[in-house]
């Protein structure tokens, strides 16, 4: 694998300008897993906007647990603490919405710093062209009910060349290099990703979601699509992505069983896995 340059605190602090998201930062060499890192020091009480970031992942996973491609020097591993909600949502309400606004900050921070336009495969995939280029992974911890704990983990496929993805995930991974055609600099790009982060979870904090339910949504590659969704405890289903709800959730109009059958209601899918079905 080709390497692009090297992850820098002093790189990334000459381009930061957030308030607090990394304003406190550690960079590893490697790590197991950053969300890991992260957890712990936030039991141990580390600050809001603290961040953890990675050159390589010995563990990395996504939701599920599923494991996630981490070579080293080459793409962007972090995870950042956040603390408390702010007045206008609930709990569950800001919880559902977390992930997605993270999902839209890390699109808009590729736009700004690699003239890249990725589209969002709900609730929180990046994909270029159908390919996943990254995802967002956030846990969540809550000490009292006005004060939870939210680690956002930020997996981003930067510099990889196409070939030297794993085998089995040559067909549905990608890289932002592919479209960029040129390494981006990752130092920047952190920058940019937190500030973008700051910027929508204030703004989440302090309007709520109609603005942001609005950019999610015209990002969406999922909505109008023919889905088949996959829940743990449930049978699956297959239908339309309608639309999404005032708290995030997917809604999903069910395929009749029969032709003359009446469209069943929508169903809100909250917790699933979602597969764009071809056309």
Same mark, same amino acid.
């Given at each position: 694998m080709s390497s692009s340059a090297l992850l820098s605190l002093d790189r990334i602090r000459s381009t930061l300008a957030t308030e607090s998201l990394g304003q406190i930062l550690y960079l590893h060499h490697d790590l197991p897993s950053t969300n890991t890192e992260a957890a712990a020091l936030a039991r141990a009480g580390a600050p809001h906007g603290t961040a953890v970031i990675a050159e /390589?992942? /010995? /563990?990395?996973?996504?939701?599920?647990?599923?494991?996630?491609f981490s070579p080293?020097?080459?793409? %962007?591993y972090c995870s950042i603490i956040v603390r408390g909600m702010g007045d206008n949502l609930s709990l569950s309400q800001?919880?559902?919405?977390?992930?997605?606004?993270?999902?839209?900050?890390? !699109?808009?921070? %590729?736009?700004? !710093? =690699?003239?890249?336009?990725?589209?969002?495969?709900?609730?929180?995939d990046l994909l270029l062209h159908e390919r996943k280029v990254g995802g967002i992974l956030c846990e969540s911890s809550v000490a009292t009910i006005?004060? #939870?704990?939210?680690? %956002?983990?930020?997996?981003?496929?930067?510099?990889?060349?196409?070939l030297s993805f794993p085998e089995e995930l040559q067909?549905?991974?990608?890289?932002?290099?592919?479209?960029?055609?040129? #390494?981006?600099?990752?130092?920047?790009?952190?920058?940019q990703l937190l500030l973008e982060l700051e910027q929508c979870l204030g703004e989440l904090r302090s309007s709520g979601s109609v603005r942001l339910r609005q950019a999610y949504t015209a990002r969406?590659? !999922?909505?109008?699509?023919?889905?088949?969704?996959l829940f743990t405890n449930d049978h699956p289903i297959v239908g339309i992505a309608e639309a999404l709800s005032a708290d995030g =959730?997917?809604?999903?109009? !069910?395929?009749?069983?029969h032709p003359r059958s009446q469209p069943m209601l929508l169903v809100d899918v909250r917790a699933a896995d979602v597969i764009h079905l071809r056309e």
């Open positions: /390589s992942q /010995s /563990s990395g996973y996504g939701r599920h647990g599923r494991a996630w080293p020097g080459l793409n %962007i800001w919880l559902s919405w977390v992930p997605l606004v993270s999902a839209l900050a890390a !699109t808009e921070a %590729i736009q700004q !710093t =690699a003239a890249v336009s990725l589209s969002l495969k709900w609730p929180n006005n004060d #939870p704990v939210v680690v %956002i983990g930020i997996g981003l496929n930067v510099n990889v060349p196409p067909p549905i991974a990608a890289s932002l290099m592919e479209a960029s055609r040129q #390494p981006i600099d990752r130092n920047r790009l952190i920058a969406c590659a !999922t909505l109008g699509r023919h889905v088949r969704v =959730a997917l809604q999903v109009r !069910t395929v009749p069983p």
